[in-house]
């Protein structure tokens, strides 16, 4: 079951058909797998670009040189964060010492604020009665005066009428 060509196909075009078969639809192959490869090149490209754009030195220092100082720089930055960490410790324990002392001294000048006014109180009263005290004495005092005044006159009196 050969089909055997048509008659009068003239042999320049057998050989333009066997051109195209043989080196023109190869050719188209590989060209349109060359353009799929040159787009996967640029964009391959144009990442690599970015990458390089990251991590290609632009500044005068070494970029290890400038991570490594970094790194140091972090490392002290943690040791002072830990050495503060623990003055801050310590300085809770010293205020919480300090709030038990001034919770004591509040008591005590409490109860001496109280001993004082009971003190107050106490010292009130006995200017009252020493107050009081003073009056009676003075009344009394004032009373023998006129007792006394009344025994010189009876005196008095006594002494005229005996001369």
């Not at 990251?54 to 790194?71: A, G, I, Y």
């Not at 930055?77 to 960490?85: D, F, L, N, S």
């Not at 006394?148 to 005996?162: F, G, I, P, Q």
């Amino acid at each position: 079951m050969q089909q055997e060509a048509p008659q009068g196909t003239p042999w320049w075009a057998w050989l333009i058909v066997l051109v195209l078969v043989l080196f023109v639809l190869p050719m188209y192959r590989i060209w349109s797998g060359q353009r799929k490869q040159v787009r996967e090149a640029r964009a391959q490209g144009a990442r690599i670009n970015k990458i390089d754009e990251q991590v290609t030195n632009t500044h005068s220092t070494n970029l290890r040189d400038d991570v490594d100082k970094t790194t140091t720089a972090a490392e002290r930055a943690a040791a002072a964060a830990e050495k503060a960490a623990g003055a801050a410790e310590r300085a809770a324990r010293a205020s919480e010492k300090a709030l038990e002392v001034a919770v004591r001294t509040e008591k005590a000048h409490e109860d001496t604020r109280r001993d004082i006014g009971g003190i107050r109180s106490d010292q009130r009263q006995i200017r009252e009665d020493v107050t009081a005290v003073g009056r009676r004495l003075d009344s009394s005092v004032e009373e023998r005066r006129e007792q006394l005044s009344a025994v010189n006159r009876r005196l008095d009196e006594h002494l005229r009428e005996r001369k």
